[in-house]
C-alpha cells in the first residue's frame, strides 16, 4: 500500500491562479480526478491527500466534493482564513465533514516575512486542534526558524512540513537549511513530506543524486515516524511525470528496513491525518 500525501486539482482561470507564470504553460488546464486516477494505478498508489492550490473557501468546498466522489481521495487539506474573526464559524463548516483532515496557508507568497507570528494568525493556529486539524507548512527556508517559533507555541498541535521546506536543491547549497531543518524537526509533532523535489532543482537535467543528501537530512531528523511520500501532482509535471517523480523517494525507501518502508510509504500519513482506509 502506498499513499500519496500530497497533490492537487483543478479547474483552471487564469485570475484564480496567479502564481502560474509564463513558464508554466503545462499547468494552465484542468487537473481532475479521472486525469490522477490511472497515473496512480500505474505507480501502486491506493490512495491520496489532496491539497489546496488557491486560498478560496469555495476551493475548499470543492474538493470536498470531489472526496466524496473519489474513494481514492482519502483526505483534503484545504484553505481557512486562519486570521479572520469568523475563523471559527468556517472551522465548524468544514471540519463536520470527514475528509477534512488539515488547513493550509501559502506563508510562502506573503509579503510579511513574519506573516505566521501575527496574533490574529497564532489564534487562528489555536483553534485547530480543537477541530482535530492538521496544519501544512509551506515555506520557504527562509521561513523555517520562525516555523520553529510557532511549533513550539502549539506542542499538541499537529504540522507538517511540505516539500522539505523548499530547499536549493538546483545549487546544492545544504547550510543553513540543514541547521534549520534540524531544530524544526527536533519538536515532535512535526511530520516532513518527501514532495516537491523536482521543481527546486534544475527541471530539465534533474537526477537522483541531486536528492540525495537532502531526503538524507530530513531521514536522519524526522526519522522513521514523522516522514511521509508526496507526488505535488501536477506541479511536479513542470520536471517529471508522475511515475518518475514518485520513483525519487521509492528508491530511496527501497533501501529501509521492510517496517520503516512501510511507515513512510502509508502508515505516517494515516497516523498524521487520521486517514480512514479500508483492510
Wanted: glycine content about 6%.
Amino acid at each position: 500500500m502506498i499513499i500519496d500525501s500530497h497533490h492537487h486539482l483543478w479547474t483552471y482561470k487564469p485570475e484564480d491562479y496567479g502564481w502560474m507564470n509564463n513558464s508554466m504553460g503545462i499547468l494552465k488546464r484542468d487537473y481532475l480526478p479521472e486525469d490522477l486516477e490511472p497515473l496512480l494505478k500505474e505507480s501502486g498508489v491506493r490512495g491520496t491527500v489532496v491539497v489546496q492550490a488557491r486560498q478560496s473557501l469555495e476551493e475548499t468546498e470543492w474538493l470536498l466534493e470531489l472526496a466524496e466522489k473519489n474513494p481514492f481521495i482519502l483526505g483534503v487539506v484545504g484553505w481557512v482564513d486562519l486570521s479572520s474573526p469568523v475563523l471559527a464559524e468556517q472551522l465548524d463548516k468544514f471540519s463536520s465533514h470527514p475528509k477534512l483532515v488539515g488547513v493550509r496557508h501559502e506563508i510562502h507568497d506573503e509579503p510579511d516575512d513574519d506573516y505566521m507570528l501575527r496574533p490574529d494568525f497564532v489564534r487562528g493556529i489555536g483553534l485547530l486542534e480543537t477541530h482535530g486539524l492538521v496544519y501544512d507548512l509551506l515555506l520557504f527556508p527562509k521561513h523555517l526558524r520562525k516555523a520553529t517559533q510557532l511549533v513550539k507555541t502549539f506542542p499538541e498541535q499537529s504540522f507538517v512540513l511540505d516539500h522539505l521546506g523548499k530547499p536549493l536543491i538546483k545549487s546544492g547549497e545544504l547550510q543553513p537549511w540543514k541547521t534549520d531543518i534540524e531544530e524544526l524537526a527536533a519538536l515532535p509533532n512535526v511530520w516532513c513530506k518527501l514532495s516537491g523535489m523536482v521543481t527546486e532543482a534544475d527541471l530539465l537535467s534533474w537526477k537522483q543524486e541531486d536528492f540525495i543528501s537532502y531526503m538524507a537530512i530530513v531521514w536522519n531528523c524526522f526519522g522513521p515516524d514523522r516522514v511521509m511520500l508526496g507526488s505535488d501532482w501536477p506541479v511536479c509535471t513542470l520536471a517529471g511525470t508522475y511515475h518518475e517523480v514518485m520513483e525519487i523517494s521509492r528508491e530511496f525507501v527501497s533501501e529501509l528496513n521492510k517496517t520503516e518502508q512501510e511507515r513512510i510509504y502509508f502508515q505516517n500519513a494515516i497516523d498524521c491525518y487520521q486517514l480512514q482506509t479500508e483492510n
